[in-house]
């Protein structure tokens, strides 16, 4: 009930081309969704989150997809360029409980 | 110095050993929190401190002792560890606050890589 389940593990992606990563969640006290971009050498940090109220989410070339009724949510990154080349966590938070659950994680490469 | 920092970035140690991580958050957060990063287990939950009380511990091997002295600063000391536990060891802080909005965001530091031999 506390898991994150996300996929794929990896990806690699042309430049200029989309990005897609899936978490899918269990426990329907989670209230909000966000997700962590983490370089090599740095410790993660967050990048785009959502609340379960809205659908969509986006900012710049990051938009965040979010299906209620599904229990799942997908990150995805267009125009992807080899800067973003970098391992991203999704995670779901009660926010009562302050209780972060992460995925298990996916390596991005994207090829100049 | 500003976010959260962590000492030393690299270590090397003897199974023998006797060693120390220390995190210091300059954000005035009131919550620390102590991951390890590996292969396995890519952002795994050891302890939780909030406002100097450990609230949790996820069945860390007592090897790895944690110590919180106040709310800006959090340490793990490490003693008689075993290969298997070369990682990467995140520390994080972030606002536990019941005020609508707040969210917890977690501010990590840069991690300190841990071998040990």
């Known amino acids: 009930q506390q898991q994150v389940k996300q996929s794929p593990q990896s990806l690699i992606v042309q430049k200029g081309g989309i990005s897609i990563i899936n978490c899918a969640y269990e426990n329907t006290a989670f209230d909000y969704f966000p997700w962590y971009q983490q370089f090599p050498g740095k410790g993660p940090a967050l990048l785009i989150a959502?609340?379960?109220?809205?659908s969509e989410k986006k900012e710049g070339r990051f938009t965040i997809s979010f299906n209620k009724s599904a229990k799942q949510f997908s990150l995805h990154i267009m125009d992807s360029q080899p800067g973003d080349s970098a391992t991203y966590f999704c995670a779901a938070v009660h926010t009562g409980g302050f209780k972060t659950i992460f995925g298990a994680g996916t390596r991005l490469f994207v090829k100049a | 110095e500003t976010g959260v920092t962590q000492t030393p970035r690299h270590l090397v140690m003897g199974m023998t050993n006797k060693k120390s991580l220390k995190c210091e958050q300059h954000l005035g957060h009131n919550a620390m929190y102590w991951y390890k990063q590996s292969a396995k287990k890519p952002l795994e939950l050891m302890f939780v401190?909030?406002?100097?009380?450990?609230?949790e511990n996820n069945s860390v091997p007592s090897r790895f002792s944690p110590e919180c002295p106040n709310s800006s600063h959090l340490f793990l000391h490490l003693h008689t560890l075993q290969p298997e536990d070369s990682a990467l060891y995140l520390c994080?802080?972030?606002?536990?606050?019941?005020?609508?909005?707040?969210?917890?965001?977690?501010?990590f530091g840069e991690g300190s890589r841990l071998t040990v031999l």
């Open positions: 959502i609340r379960p109220d809205v």
């Open positions: 994080a802080s972030s606002q536990e606050s019941l005020l609508a909005g707040n969210t917890g965001e977690l501010f």
């Open positions: 401190y909030n406002f100097k009380e450990q609230t």
